[in-house]
């Protein structure tokens, strides 16, 4: 029986159009009889206005030619609705109520299908029994995912809580934050405000005594320009007239000696002085401090990562405080030249306060201190800590360079001046500045200095030149380990130049 035709599945072939293979829409026949859904012969014949074949036949036709079939449209009609019944309750291939379940199909069945061949063997229950038996099943799994959700629900609001508290936490620390950066900055500008002031007082009192000492000048150019007019009268006059109390007149002539007043006193020099190195300071204790604020940041572990930005933030900031207000101040040297250092070709003054470059070498003993093949001497003091700093007077023109350097420094052979090498200099060659790190660094200066403040800090490892004049910055060394050495200052001289302390 099983293989018997279907008489539901023969009408739906009936019922189904061979083009779409769906259920016939606006059913028209062909002159052959075919029918077809007339949308699918108008996208099968296109815009042709010829003759149009039949998909099935081949027969030719014309497409005004093509009939409405109404029959075949009822049967479509009827064939759905005996779809949609058949769908709803009874077996297809039977018409037979569904009253088993076979367990390995899974699928309901008729007592005509139970007996069929290819359920024959299967294990089938009453539909009754396979429902509860699913049901009771579907209770179980029901229940566990009930569960399940019960849990997840627990876990969200757990999770959205300590969400909440985390935010809050974070929502702290960044105002924690935010007003430790606005304590440094209120900190930084009463710096500011204090350096700033402290300038402007000093150059008052600079501008103060220089007025004083034109004044002075003026009252002198004063007093000598009457005495020169009194001098030209006088020698003007007759002879018997120019000779009368001559003696007296020459006596009261006489130059008075008069003390120019000098160009700043040392007083406000080493004041001047003073400030120049306090800027090397705060540069050099901003720089570390920029330097070590993002490092220890990054040291920071994820789970009390806020803690320790507010606390690296506040630990820094105070570092930089102390820095800044309890720095050392730079002692100013009295630098005088080592002999037994200085290169055969150059000449040392009796105070060994300048040196210049000879025109013939000197026969001097070629100790091991001694340069021997670059023209370079060495102060005879020597720095093993603390700050300090000392003035050379250079030339406009010339080769020479200033600086400081290892006690270690290599004086004989090819030598290369640069930190690797143990110095760390300007230089002037040709017109042009430049710094001696590895490689060269050409300077870009406004003006040339006449005086050059050199700049030492053995204990922080810094290296610094500035304009004694303007107190302007030239160049500072990146950040140098001594290791304790013994550091001397260093000259070189070449070519005519000149150098004073």
């Known amino acids: ?71 075949l449209r009822n049967v479509v009609e009827i064939a759905k609705q005996l779809k949609l019944a058949t769908a709803e309750g009874g077996c297809e291939r039977h018409r037979e109520p569904l009253q088993f379940f ?24 009453p539909i009754g029994q396979a429902t509860r038996d699913y049901k009771e099943q579907l209770e179980v799994r029901l229940q566990i ?19 909440g508290q985390l935010l809050e936490n974070l929502d702290t620390q960044r105002q924690k934050i935010v007003s430790e950066f606005e304590l440094l ?8 405000r204090l350096l700033l002031a402290r300038l402007g007082e000093l150059r008052q009192e600079i501008e103060k005594e220089q007025k004083e000492r034109v004044t002075k000048l003026s009252e002198e150019i004063s007093r000598l320009s009457d005495l020169i007019i009194d001098m030209e009268e006088k020698s003007q006059k007759p002879a018997n007239e120019f000779l009368q109390n001559i003696r007296s007149s020459l006596s009261r002539w006489e130059k008075k000696p008069f003390q120019p007043p000098a160009e700043i006193s040392s007083e406000l020099e080493m004041r001047l002085g ?8 705060l540069r050099e204790n901003l720089v570390k401090f920029k330097d070590a604020l993002p490092s220890e940041l990054e040291k920071a572990e994820a789970v009390s990562l806020a803690k320790d930005v507010e606390g690296k933030c506040r630990e820094s900031s105070h570092r930089l405080r102390e820095d800044m207000t309890e720095t050392e101040i730079p002692q ?44 370079c001497v060495l102060g005879l003091e020597g720095f093993t800590s603390g700050r300090h700093y000392w003035e050379v007077e250079v030339e406009n023109s010339g080769w020479w360079a200033v600086g400081v ?6 004086r004989k052979g090819l030598i290369t001046f640069n930190p690797e090498q143990g110095v760390w200099a300007v230089q002037k060659c040709e017109g042009q500045y430049w710094a001696l790190t590895s490689p060269v660094k050409p300077l870009a200066l406004n003006t040339c200095p ?10 922080g490892g810094q290296v610094g030149f500035s304009d004694a004049d303007t107190g302007i910055p030239i160049f500072i060394f990146p950040t140098a380990t001594f290791t304790g050495e013994r550091i001397r200052p260093w000259f070189q001289v070449l070519l005519g130049s000149q150098l004073r302390l």
């Not at 390995?104 to 061949?117: K, N, R």
């Not at 003073?274 to 300071?281: G, H, L, N, V």
């Open 274 to 281: 003073a400030f120049s190195q306090k800027y090397f300071s």
């Open 145 to 163: 995912l009930k569960g399940e959700k019960e849990k997840l629900w627990g876990w969200k609001l757990s999770v959205e809580e300590r969400r």
């Open 1 to 71: 029986m099983g293989s018997e035709q279907n008489p539901v599945e023969n009408l739906q072939q009936e019922a189904t159009c061979s083009i779409c293979l769906e259920c016939f829409t606006d059913p028209v026949s062909f002159d052959c009889g075919h029918s077809f859904c007339r949308a699918c012969i108008a996208r099968c014949s296109g815009r042709s206005k010829k003759n149009v074949s039949c998909p099935q036949c081949r027969t030719p036709s014309r497409k005004r030619n093509f009939r409405p079939n109404r029959e």
């Open 332 to 375: 100013k040297v009295n630098v005088t030249l080592d002999p037994d250092t200085a290169h055969p070709r150059l000449l040392l003054s009796r105070d060994r306060k300048s040196v210049r470059w000879g025109e013939a070498q000197q026969e001097l003993p070629n100790n091991p201190a001694r340069f021997h093949s670059v023209p």
């Open 185 to 192: 900055r209120q900190f930084l500008e009463e710096q500011e």
């Open 450 to 459: 006449k005086r050059i403040w050199v700049y030492l800090d053995h204990t």
């Open 405 to 410: 350097a290892r006690e270690s420094v290599s």
């Open 102 to 125: 076979c367990e390995e199909d899974q699928t309901p069945l008729c007592p005509e299908c139970v007996i069929a061949e290819n359920h024959r063997a299967h294990k089938v229950l």
